[in-house]
Nanobody, 122 residues
Framework: QVRLVESGGGLVQAGDSLRLSCAAS????????MGWFRQAPGKERDFVST????????LYTDSVKGRFTISRDNAKNTVYLQMNSLKPEDAAVYYC???????????????WGQGTQVTVSS
């Protein structure tokens, strides 16, 4: 069992930066692939980024490439999403997730956090 708690969301202006954190419970954090997804009002939850256990493999959705960076600190049981040059269309509830296989699909992830709100004003 893995419990995930996101933090770091907030209200920012377009062009600003935020760093989201996702703290995981349990001693097997390093065994899990960690992903970030987001859901805007009235829309489905979409893939944002994912990172494998070692940090050596990272995937991003096209709309955030070059602006967002995913990283993890296995000693701290934490995964991060550094978001730069934020745009109004990045506004959403951001969720972190843990799974066994690196994937862009929600169904590949077994554990989910409660989400953190990111609001970007234009």
């Amino acid at each position: 069992q893995v419990r995930l708690v996101e933090s770091g969301g907030g209200l920012v202006q377009a062009g600003d930066s935020l760093r989201l954190s996702c703290a995981a419970s349990g001693r097997t954090f390093g065994n899990y692939v960690m992903g970030w997804f987001r859901q805007a009002p009235g829309k489905e939850r979409d893939f944002v980024s994912t990172i494998n256990w070692s940090g050596g493999t990272k995937l991003y959705t096209d709309s955030v490439k070059g602006r967002f960076t995913i990283s993890r600190d296995n000693a701290k049981n934490t995964v991060y999403l550094q978001m730069n040059s934020l745009k109004p269309e990045d506004a959403a509830v951001y969720y972190c997730a843990a799974g066994r296989t690196i994937s862009v699909y929600e169904s590949s992830y077994d554990y989910w956090g409660q989400g953190t709100q990111v609001t970007v004003s234009s």
